[in-house]
């Protein structure tokens, strides 16, 4: 065997020893890559989940406001058949009487869309604490794979940990947006 064929087949085997070596950092970024995707896709249904309950709540809310505007019509109406003088004075009380029955009844629509727009809203606001969770949950898992593959350039296991470090930060927001309820 030749001195360069000696020599050649050592930095092969020590090739193969870094790559040994550099194997558990290539399975943590595949996994924090699945993390990453997993993450991602709960923020974005997330996201969506928060702006079609606010459209919901906007609509109740428009709800709210027809019913509002309904029974201020109705007052008004009410109020100028009180001062007016009429002709027919049982028929304006058979109207004044209707209009009072429809106040009342407005009234108590107008506190159950407002209770419902308010719960409506809440929901909203649960969504976008759990969104803003997934969403710093996605960052530092994406940090921790971009410090870790600095670990294959380098072959510096301490990025690895300092990689690991982040990512666990990040698991722990996504864990943490996944238990707020």
Known sequence: MEPNEAHELQEHAEHA??????????????????????????????????????????DQWNFYQAKKIRSNDTA???????????????????IAKSYADHQAKWADDLKEAQAQAEAIEAKVELAEKRADRFDLGEVLLEIGLV????????????????????????IVAAVLGLMLR
């Open 17 to 58: 020893g870094h790559e040994q070596t550099l194997r558990p950092v290539a399975l943590t970024m595949t996994i924090l890559a699945v993390l990453v995707a997993v993450v991602t896709v709960l923020g974005h249904r997330t996201h969506t989940d928060a702006i079609l309950n606010q459209n919901k709540a906007t």
């Open 76 to 94: 008004l109406a009410a109020d100028l058949l009180s001062v007016v003088c009429v002709a027919d004075k049982d028929g304006a009380k058979k």
């Open 147 to 170: 410090i870790t593959s600095i670990t294959l350039l380098t072959r510096k296991r301490a990025y690895w940990f300092v990689g690991l470090g982040f990512s666990a930060a990040g």
